[in-house]
């Protein structure tokens, strides 16, 4: 019987909300009431830098992640993600605080990404791979990339929804090529977005794919903290999981750290849908676009709704560039006068 895994990210994607500024306290919290409630990993923050603030999940080493679990009775296994083109994980040392690594990277940083984790590998640590932007990649392209990282052996990959435009029948095409390309102990996984409130919908839809891999893993949040329009929310996934018999996650211990601190973040920050951001993810404009548009410049969503049709018109949404957003923004301003 295949293995159904949750793995909560919110110390690490909700970070993009509070610029990783959770509070010393409040880190210890969640991770203590996720792993009293059974969620089987827990992702603490990125290896980025060279320094460290008191209390936020932007770690400069392992050692520094060590210190903050050092007391702690965390039975969940532990995380970190690395950008390859921001952090250099090769210089790293084993932990055995720490059991997966796990590396989000673009096309262009590909032999970066099979250099670190081959080396993290060989300390003994589980190596999950996360291709940013699973859309950019045709189904052929996928099959290249996957065929290039079977030297590192990995223990897990995911389906990447980095713009939250995935739909149905994306997942069943990614999935498809995964099945073809990878061994079936390998892990399997799936992180996704609220653009179109279709998160839960396509959670369930993939853990109920016919398939011979082993385990299958959903990323998620508490609340779903993450930068506008957020993410599965971890309690939402894990109580459906529960009432399907497929777990026995401890919802209570997950309501524990959604009244403390998870409420007073909500209460502070703003994330989940936002009509926004729907454009893009159906146009596969990068993210970044509307958030510009709406929370920097103030802009309504009738402009920024005209604004991202015509970054999408002339083929410049793959990556954000201000230059071109604010060129976009001032012609579409011009052209309503």
Same mark, same amino acid.
């Given at each position: ?5 949750? $793995? ?25 009431? $996720?792993?009293?409630? $059974? ?8 290896? *980025? ?16 992640? @060590?210190?903050? $679990?050092?007391?702690? @009775? ?32 673009? /096309? ?12 993290? /590998? ?31 052996? %990995? ?8 713009? =939250?435009?995935?739909?149905? @029948? ?59 329009? =957020?993410?599965? %929310? ?10 399907? =018999?497929?777990?026995?996650? *401890? ?9 403390? %601190? ?39 969503? %009738? ?35």
């Amino acid at each position: 019987m295949k293995k159904i895994s949750v $793995l909560d990210c919110t110390l690490r994607d909700g970070g993009h909300v509070n610029n990783f500024l959770f509070g010393s306290d409040e880190i210890k919290e969640i991770c203590c009431r $996720l792993s009293d409630g $059974l969620i089987d990993i827990i992702e603490v923050g990125f290896l *980025k830098g060279n320094s460290y603030s008191i209390g936020t999940t932007l770690f400069p080493d392992i050692q520094t992640v @060590e210190d903050i $679990l050092k007391d702690l @009775e965390v039975k969940s296994k532990i995380a970190l993600m690395v950008r390859p083109d921001w952090y250099d994980a090769s210089v790293i040392s084993y932990s055995s605080s720490v059991d997966i690594l796990r590396f989000a990277f673009r /096309k262009q940083d590909i032999d970066e990404t099979i250099r670190q984790a081959t080396k993290v /590998k060989s300390l003994g640590y589980s190596v999950y791979l996360n291709p940013v932007n699973i859309l950019q990649y045709s189904d052929d392209e996928f099959s290249e990339i996957l065929k290039r990282i079977k030297v590192i052996e %990995p223990d897990g990959i995911n389906i990447v929804d980095t713009f =939250g435009g995935l739909n149905l @029948e994306h997942l069943r095409r990614k999935f498809d090529v995964l099945n073809q390309n990878l061994n079936k102990s390998c892990a399997v996984g799936v992180h996704l977005h609220e653009n179109l409130s279709l998160a839960l919908s396509l959670a369930l839809e993939f853990i109920s794919f016919d398939s011979a891999f082993d385990n299958l893993l959903v990323d998620s949040s508490l609340w779903g903290m993450g930068r506008s329009p =957020g993410n599965l %929310p971890t309690e939402l996934l894990a109580g459906y999981l529960n009432t399907h =018999g497929v777990s026995d996650y *401890k919802i209570n211990e997950l309501n524990r750290a959604l009244q403390w %601190p998870m409420r007073a973040y909500k209460e502070k920050y703003s994330w989940g849908y936002d009509p926004g951001y729907v454009t893009s993810a159906l146009l596969k404009v990068h993210r970044s676009y509307p958030e510009y548009f709406i929370v920097e410049r103030g802009e309504p969503y %009738p402009i920024c709704y005209s604004c991202i049709q015509k970054i999408y018109e002339e083929g410049v949404g793959a990556t954000f560039d201000p230059v071109v957003a604010d060129r976009i923004l001032s012609e579409i301003k011009n052209e309503r006068c």
